[in-house]
């Protein structure tokens, strides 16, 4: 079975702080994930001077002023800057990754060499944005908070006919409210995805704790992704819904213990439980003393571990025929 891919999500939580991008990723590569993602953007072409924040950053940021402009134009990543961490990734073996938000992005990106592009929620309606990462022909991930079926569906669309290969692309179903109510996360709309649009799926992940993104690889996940910080006490949009260094290590190992736990799905006996077979099982045994040429009846048998005798499923055929030799109680027959 192929593995699941982890996405580390740092996005923004380096504060605009090349040495915190550097500690995000030794966090991430000690944790085992297997890709760490930034998000590459110029502030002014993602969003107007009247664009406002969301609830979540409000109180995130700790301030009502300045707009989506301001708070972003603050944790953009310079392209000297990508070229830096590419490299450290490298060193530290993990694997680089980031999300571009506008189209000069996107292009910066893909003459950067990357060759996985993931869509965040907002882009999902963004048919320019959508038919220039198709064009790329490269792997694809789409997330899909705020969207219906329908607008899943038109995205995949534009990926496939502006070049993309339909099995490149993996979907994974998201709610973008940070945190996630455990309510209003709904996994089940991930199988749903994955039935109706026959398209393989993940899970990106902005509930506290790691429950929800483990569950999600028992339910047939192939990507996660989830949000990491160094401290939720800091300053930011995201800190909040991120997880800690020991958290995000435990969910790595959750997750890596739910793919083992999986398994191939042809039910038998495995192999570290085949010893208890004898223990656990039972045989049909003497309840009584017998004497040779006695006829077994339900009154002179019984059943009785250990499971190394004749086996109870045997009982009907075995009642009414004659002892060929003495038994004592609890003697195996």
């Known amino acids: 079975m192929k593995r699941v891919q982890i996405i580390a999500e740092a996005g923004v939580n380096?504060?605009?702080d090349l040495e915190l991008a550097k500690q995000l990723i030794d966090v991430a590569a000690s944790a085992g994930v297997d890709y760490v993602k930034f998000q590459t953007f110029n502030a002014k072409s993602l969003v107007s001077k009247s664009a406002k924040k969301a609830?979540?950053?409000i109180e995130n940021t700790k301030s009502k002023d300045g707009g989506q402009l301001s708070m972003l134009s603050k944790l953009e990543l310079s392209k000297e800057n990508h070229y830096v961490l590419k490299e450290y990734c490298d060193y530290k073996g993990v694997k680089f990754l980031s999300t571009g938000f506008d189209l000069d992005s996107l292009q910066f990106l893909y003459d950067f060499g990357l060759q996985l592009f993931k869509i965040p929620s907002g882009e999902?309606?963004?048919l320019p944005y959508l038919r220039k990462?198709?064009?790329f022909n490269k792997k694809t991930i789409l997330s899909t908070g705020m969207a219906d079926i329908k607008e899943i569906s038109d995205a995949l669309n534009i990926l496939i006919e502006a070049g993309t290969n339909k099995s490149n692309i993996t979907v994974l179903h998201c709610n973008t409210e940070y945190p996630t109510p455990m309510e209003d996360v709904n996994l089940n709309a991930m199988k749903t995805?994955?039935?109706l649009l026959e398209v393989q799926v993940g899970y990106s992940d902005h509930t506290l704790g790691i429950e929800v993104p483990t569950a999600a690889v028992a339910l047939g996940a192939k990507v996660i992704e989830k949000h990491f910080t160094l401290d939720r006490n800091m300053e930011g949009p995201d800190h909040k819904a991120s997880l800690e260094p020991e958290e995000l290590k435990?969910?790595?190992t959750a997750i890596r213990n739910i793919e083992l736990a999986l398994g191939?799905?042809?039910k038998a006996p495995s192999q570290s439980e085949m010893?208890?077979?004898t223990i656990a099982r039972k045989s049909i045994v003497a309840q009584t003393r017998i004497k040779k040429g006695e006829i077994f009846t339900e009154k002179n048998l019984t059943v009785k571990r250990p499971g190394n005798g004749i086996s109870p499923m045997k009982w009907d055929q075995l009642l009414g025929t004659k002892a060929t030799k003495d038994y004592e109680e609890d003697d195996l027959i």
Request: zero cysteines.
């Open 124 to 126: 999902i309606t963004n």
């Open 55 to 57: 609830d979540y950053q």
């Open 264 to 266: 191939t799905g042809k």
């Open 275 to 277: 010893k208890n077979k």
């Open 14 to 16: 380096h504060n605009g």
């Open 250 to 252: 435990d969910m790595v």
């Open 133 to 135: 990462i198709g064009e």
């Open 193 to 195: 995805i994955r039935d």
